[in-house]
T-cell receptor
Framework: GAVVSQHPSWVICKSGTSVKIECRSLDFQATTMFWYRQFPKQSLMLMATSNEGSKATYEQGVEKDKFLINHASLTLSTLTVTSAHPEDSSFYIC???????????FGQGTRLTVV | AQRVTQPEKLLSVFKGAPVELKCNYSYSGSPELFWYVQYSRQRLQLLLRHISRESIKGFTADLNKGETSFHLKKPFAQEEDSAMYYCALKRLSVFENNRLAFGKGNQVVVIP
C-alpha cells in the first residue's frame, strides 16, 4: 500500500513553545490529509481535514489558532501546535488519501510531550 | 450526527476460539463501514471494508442495515491477531474524501 510518513516520531518541548509535525505522502499525491489526536487507551479523534491549496476544516471544539494546519503541496501537510501546554501532550496521527482512492493511509504517529 | 460504538474495550480469547467484535453505528445517510487494525508498535492499517465483501486474514464483517451493525468475526483466533481493532464509518463529504469517524476500539488479546 501507499506510504505516509510523519516526522518527528516523538518530540518533547517546553510549555509555551510551538511544535511542528510533518506528514508526507511518499509515493502518491494526497489531495486530502487528516489530522487525528489519540489519548491513551482511547480512540482517534479527528481534529481537522485539509485539502491541498485550501484552508483546513476543523472539527467542532478544535481551536484553529492553536492547531495550525498547512497543506501547501500534494505531498506535505504540517500541523503546528502553538504555545503548547501540558494538556496538549498526546499522540497525533495523520492520514492521507487521494481522490478516488479506496482507502486512507496512516502515518506512524507523533508522540508529543509538553513539559 | 455520526457515531460508531464498540462496546467492549478488552477482549481476551484463547487461541483457536472464535472472536467477535461488535460495532454499531448511527448515521442518517448511506454508510460505508470499515475495520482498521493496529498491531503493536505499528501504524493503523485497513483490515477490511464492507463493500469489498472480502475475508482478510480469516476475518469477515457483514453490514446489517436493519440492526445498524458491522460486527467483525473470525472463527479461529490466532496469536498474531492480538491487536487494537477500530470500527470506522466514512462520512459523506463534498470533497469525496475518506473522512472517517472511529469507534473507541477493541483491544484483542489472544491467549496461547
Amino acid at each position: 500500500g501507499a506510504v505516509v510518513s510523519q516526522h518527528p516520531s516523538w518530540v518533547i518541548c517546553k510549555s509555551g513553545t510551538s511544535v511542528k509535525i510533518e506528514c508526507r505522502s511518499l509515493d502518491f499525491q494526497a489531495t486530502t490529509m487528516f489530522w487525528y489526536r489519540q489519548f491513551p487507551k482511547q480512540s482517534l479523534m479527528l481534529m481537522a481535514t485539509s485539502n491541498e491549496g485550501s484552508k483546513a476544516t476543523y472539527e467542532q471544539g478544535v481551536e484553529k489558532d492553536k492547531f495550525l494546519i498547512n497543506h501547501a503541496s500534494l505531498t506535505l501537510s504540517t500541523l503546528t501546535v502553538t504555545s503548547a501546554h501540558p494538556e496538549d501532550s498526546s499522540f497525533y496521527i495523520c492520514s492521507a488519501d487521494s481522490r478516488g482512492q479506496a482507502e486512507a493511509f496512516f502515518g506512524q504517529g507523533t508522540r508529543l510531550t509538553v513539559v | 450526527a455520526q457515531r460508531v460504538t464498540q462496546p467492549e474495550k478488552l477482549l481476551s480469547v484463547f487461541k483457536g476460539a472464535p472472536v467477535e467484535l461488535k460495532c454499531n453505528y448511527s448515521y442518517s445517510g448511506s454508510p460505508e463501514l470499515f475495520w482498521y487494525v493496529q498491531y503493536s508498535r505499528q501504524r493503523l492499517q485497513l483490515l477490511l471494508r464492507h463493500i469489498s465483501r472480502e475475508s482478510i486474514k480469516g476475518f469477515t464483517a457483514d453490514l446489517n442495515k436493519g440492526e445498524t451493525s458491522f460486527h467483525l468475526k473470525k472463527p479461529f483466533a490466532q496469536e498474531e491477531d492480538s491487536a487494537m481493532y477500530y470500527c470506522a464509518l466514512k462520512r459523506l463529504s463534498v470533497f469525496e474524501n475518506n473522512r472517517l469517524a472511529f469507534g473507541k476500539g477493541n483491544q484483542v488479546v489472544v491467549i496461547p
